[in-house]
């Protein structure tokens, strides 16, 4: 989970049920380099639906944004010393 991101984000388009296009907008990244967002959309897995998630390739790893989740209303998020765990609130 990254504490600095503002939406989830992913490098992986297969991931994505459903992409819009984004227009020329540029991402700055926690290195402060600027990266491109190519567009936004769903991811939908068994366990969880994102909506408004970033594609952008040239991450290497998924990031979730905990604020997404919480303003959402969808999901619990708890912290231990030890894991995050994020519920689904019908569950």
Same mark, same amino acid.
């Given at each position: ?9 992913? /490098?992986?388009? +297969? ?13 700055? $990244?926690?290195? *402060?380099? @600027? ?10 897995? /068994?366990?969880? +639906? ?13 990031? $979730?944004?905990? *604020?997404? @989740? ?22």
């Amino acid at each position: 989970m990254d504490y600095g991101a503002l939406h989830h984000m992913s /490098p992986d388009s +297969s991931s994505f049920t459903y992409l819009s296009p984004s227009p020329s907008i540029h991402i700055m $990244a926690a290195d *402060g380099t @600027f990266v491109p967002l190519i567009g936004v959309g769903s991811i939908v897995t /068994p366990h969880l +639906s994102l909506p408004n998630v970033y594609l952008i390739l040239k991450l290497k790893l998924n990031i $979730a944004f905990v *604020g997404q @989740f919480c303003d959402s209303g969808d999901y619990l998020v708890t912290f231990s010393s030890l894991f995050c765990c994020v519920q689904d609130v019908q569950s």
